[in-house]
């Protein structure tokens, strides 16, 4: 299984980026696929998954209506469109394969860094 | 919101010893409780899920025992390879609506 992501960079405070995860060797459309960041030197925050489906989304509050989670279930890939960005969103973004187990399949992140 | 409270923040053990870390829920999870290893630069890696249950291909070294509010992550004689960060993760029943993470505990070479 390899998650791999991308997007991330350089942005000012109140814009926008969308972060993609691409899905190989993994049956991408059965599984539940999370976001989850760390802020340098920090813990884990879980910030937003979502189903095969698109039944199932749900965010953290700290996210909450300026964050959109998406999928493309042919292309094997999660998206992740983050608007009104803020300092305290500089963190590192990993993707991951959710289960009722938790959080099995990770990717190695992509950075964002929200500065002037 | 429940919350997540490891313990200790920071632990110093030698190869060899037992490391013996806790998680304590602020109200009960039942047995939703995950852990996880985050070695400096990698991604965290799942190691014991439902409380006890190991993941796919985690040394037996590992294990996890609790239920409800207090949890505990066992390493039977370290290896120099466990010296990491650890993590405890909740969540309610499935499909849940949020995950949280406990700060995490850094083991540390002695």
């Known amino acids: 299984v390899q998650l791999v992501e991308s997007g991330g960079g350089l942005v000012q405070p109140g814009g926008s980026l969308r972060l993609s995860c691409g899905a190989s060797?993994?049956?991408?459309?059965?599984?539940?696929m999370s976001w989850i960041r760390q802020a340098p030197g920090k813990g884990l925050e879980w910030i937003s998954y979502?189903?095969?489906?698109?039944?199932?989304?749900y965010y953290a509050d700290s996210v909450k209506g300026r964050f959109t989670i998406s999928r493309d279930n042919a292309k094997k890939s999660l998206f992740l469109l983050m608007s009104s960005l803020r300092a305290e969103d500089t963190a590192v973004y990993y993707c991951?394969?959710?289960?009722?187990?938790?959080?099995?399949?990770w990717g190695r992140g992509t950075l964002v860094t929200v500065s002037s | 919101e429940i919350v997540l409270t490891q313990s200790p923040a920071t632990l110093s053990l030698s190869p060899g010893e037992r490391a013996t870390l806790s998680c304590r829920a602020s109200?009960?999870?039942?047995?939703?409780l995950a852990w996880y290893q985050q070695k400096p630069g990698q991604a965290p890696r799942l190691l014991i899920y439902?409380?006890?249950n190991r993941a796919t291909g985690i040394p037996a070294r590992f294990s996890g025992s609790g239920s409800g509010t207090d949890f505990t992550l066992t390493i039977n004689s370290l290896e120099p390879e466990d010296f990491a960060v650890y993590y405890c993760?909740?969540?309610?029943?499935?499909?849940?609506?949020?995950?949280?993470f406990g700060q995490g505990t850094r083991l540390e070479i002695k």
């Open positions: 991951a394969g959710t289960s009722s187990r938790g959080f099995d399949y």
């Open positions: 060797e993994f049956t991408f459309s059965d599984w539940y």
């Open positions: 979502m189903d095969g489906s698109g039944t199932y989304i």
């Open positions: 109200q009960s999870v039942n047995s939703y």
């Open positions: 439902d409380a006890s």
């Open positions: 993760q909740q969540r309610s029943n499935w499909p849940p609506k949020v995950f949280t």
